[in-house]
């Protein structure tokens, strides 16, 4: 008897309408195009303008195309994880209420919040729960409405983050694709230089940490940076080494889509030509728990039954991980 395994079966995405480009951003704070780009890669964000929605659009709309694209009845998915550091309310889970919204009735659904690795957190979890034979859908949505805890007159964070979603339905496999491997990490030392202060049961909101405009994100970009650059590219060294992956035999890099010199410090470790290394970056920035299903959406054409991908993340807390995934079927 074949071992079952987690396959990616069916993408789907949705970004918002509105483009925040480099120009737009000149005029908002002391940047400019050429500073944005030679240090980040961004030349443009999408950004969710309407002030009555929140994650849950993003994440419906994402999971409505994934839904289109593929056939499925929604009330076949058992279960919903909403990948997501900017959750609509405290307390009740915003993937509750978007597997209600499409319709996946017999589900049942939470929220996974790994900073911006939060997805492949998620690709972790939903692939436990399909090897362990209880469930046979999950649908994994990663989708962060960025711009509602960025500070738009600081420079350092702003000309980063963007808004967006996508969707990844996992299914199981007994051909021997899907997931194969995975290395995840964390460190609790690394929370001071990436967080919102505010917020949380530690400082509760008050007037004060309003006006202080603690309640939007901090980054110590140097620190993060350095810690980035080291752990995600070890991390994606280590899952080729221990699976006996020549850099010939990685078809695809999925990096998180932080910052350019991080993903080509990534993909110079593992000694992947660059026509290997999946970037978008530049149309979206770092939509955090999206980038990686945003890849996945974009590129999804390219990609053969077969494929090696390796997928590679970083975010606060700090959070970190590689998954080593075969592609299970062609467009």
Same mark, same amino acid.
């Given at each position: ?6 396959? %990616?079966?069916?993408?789907?995405? =949705? ?10 951003? &000149? ?37 409505? /195309? ?9 009330? &076949?998915?058992?279960?919903? %994880? ?21 319709? +996946?009735?017999?589900?049942?659904? =939470? ?9 492949? =957190? ?12 209880? !469930? ?6 990663? +989708? ?7 500070? !738009? ?27 194969? /491997? ?33 309640? =939007? ?63 978008? %970056? ?7 728990? +999206? ?6 959406? /974009? ?28 592609? +299970?079927?062609?467009?």
């Amino acid at each position: 008897m074949n071992k079952t395994t987690a396959a %990616i079966t069916a993408v789907g995405a =949705y970004v918002p309408e509105f483009v925040l480009s480099n120009k737009i951003l &000149e005029t908002m704070v002391d940047t400019n195009d050429e500073w944005i780009t030679s240090r980040t890669g961004i030349k443009e964000r999408r950004i969710l303008k309407d002030a009555d929605k929140g994650t849950s659009f993003l994440a419906i709309r994402a999971a409505e /195309d994934l839904i289109k694209k593929s056939g499925i009845d929604p009330a &076949e998915i058992d279960l919903l %994880i909403l990948a997501t550091a900017t959750p609509d309310l405290p307390v009740a889970a915003t993937g509750v209420y978007v597997a209600t919204q499409i319709g +996946a009735v017999n589900a049942f659904a =939470y929220d996974l919040q790994a900073a911006c690795s939060s997805f492949l =957190y998620g690709m972790s979890t939903a692939a436990a729960y399909i090897e362990s034979g209880r !469930y046979k859908k999950v649908l994994v949505i990663g +989708a962060d409405k960025m711009s509602s805890i960025i500070d !738009y007159t600081d420079r350092t964070t702003c000309i980063i983050f963007g808004d967006g979603a996508g969707a990844a339905l996992f299914e199981p496999n007994e051909e021997g694709l899907g997931l194969q /491997d995975e290395i995840l990490r964390s460190d609790g030392t690394g929370r001071e230089f990436l967080k919102i202060t505010a917020g949380g049961s530690l400082f509760p909101p008050t007037a004060e940490t309003v006006a202080n405009k603690q309640h =939007y994100v901090f980054q110590d970009g140097k620190t993060v940076f350095k810690f980035a650059v080291t752990n995600m590219a070890e991390v994606s060294a280590r899952i080729m080494e221990r699976n006996n992956l020549t850099n010939e035999d990685v078809d695809w890099l999925v990096p998180h889509q932080a910052n350019r010199r991080i993903i080509d410090a990534t993909a110079s470790r593992m000694g992947l030509e660059d026509s290997k290394v999946l970037m978008n %970056i530049q149309r979206y920035g770092n939509t955090t728990s +999206a980038t990686l299903p945003l890849l996945l959406n /974009d590129f999804e054409k390219q990609f053969k039954k077969g494929d090696n991908l390796i997928f590679a993340s970083f975010g606060g807390g700090f959070t970190w991980g590689s998954v080593y995934l075969k592609w +299970a079927y062609n467009s």
